[in-house]
């Protein structure tokens, strides 16, 4: 039902035109920091909000390794690879519509750079409770959890940044 209604939303949306003004100028990254991450304990929380190339609040919840470095910077990269690998939660919000989505995944050690992998299970129970926890707070603000794979389907003619138009989709739309 949830995604029958984003797909509606974005339908509807097509005809209003571009956020990213209007997002950058009067929409703080930050928002959601208060609501989902003042109990959180022992995890790392990275926003990867950005409103200039994004309509969603993006977050990685990640184990609390005390990486010594900033998670994206290459001697964080080192660090995770000679540990083998590191389990994230990974969230989006979208800032134009009412849907979010949580997902299981982990970079993981490959040949000469990390690799990210998509898990139905973390080796972290920790992480596990906390995603629980984030959906739940998501619903009780009148969120709703969708499944990017159905939406997935194309919107011809319809150009979002960083993408091909022939790429874009329903899900791109709502958390490019």
Not at 1 to 6: G, H, S, T
């Given at each position: 039902?949830?995604?029958?209604?984003?797909i509606?939303f974005?339908?509807?949306s097509?005809?209003?035109?571009?956020?990213g003004?209007?997002?950058?100028?009067?929409?703080?990254?930050?928002?959601w920091?208060?609501?989902?991450f003042?109990?959180?304990?022992?995890?790392?929380?990275?926003?990867?909000?950005?409103f200039?190339?994004?309509?969603?609040?993006?977050?990685?919840?990640?184990?609390?390794l005390?990486?010594?470095?900033?998670?994206?910077?290459?001697?964080?990269?080192n660090?995770?690879?000679?540990r083998?690998?590191?389990?994230f939660?990974?969230?989006?919000?979208s800032a134009?519509?009412?849907f979010f989505?949580?997902?299981?995944?982990?970079y993981?050690?490959?040949?000469?750079?990390?690799?990210?992998a998509?898990?139905?299970?973390?080796?972290?129970?920790?992480?596990?409770?906390e995603?629980?926890?984030?959906?739940?707070?998501?619903?009780?603000?009148?969120?709703?959890?969708?499944?990017?794979?159905?939406?997935?389907?194309?919107?011809?003619?319809?150009?979002?940044?960083?993408?091909?138009?022939d790429?874009?989709?329903?899900?791109?739309?709502?958390?490019?």
């Open positions: 039902m949830e995604n029958k209604e984003a509606n974005v339908k509807r097509l005809n209003i035109g571009d956020y003004y209007t997002l950058r100028k009067y929409i703080k990254p930050d928002i920091d208060a609501v989902l003042s109990e959180l304990q022992n995890l790392t929380v990275e926003r990867m909000t950005d200039n190339y994004s309509r969603c609040f993006s977050y990685y919840i990640l184990e609390d005390e990486l010594k470095n900033p998670f994206f910077s290459e001697k964080a990269t660090e995770i690879m000679d083998g690998y590191i389990e939660i990974s969230l989006k919000i134009i519509s009412p989505y949580l997902e299981r995944a982990m993981s050690k490959g040949k000469e750079k990390l690799e990210l998509h898990i139905k299970k973390f080796r972290n129970s920790l992480l596990e409770k995603m629980v926890r984030i959906q739940n707070k998501l619903e009780q603000h009148d969120l709703f959890r969708i499944d990017p794979s159905e939406l997935k389907v194309k919107l011809p003619n319809i150009p979002l940044e960083d993408y091909e138009v790429q874009v989709t329903y899900f791109s739309y709502l958390f490019e």
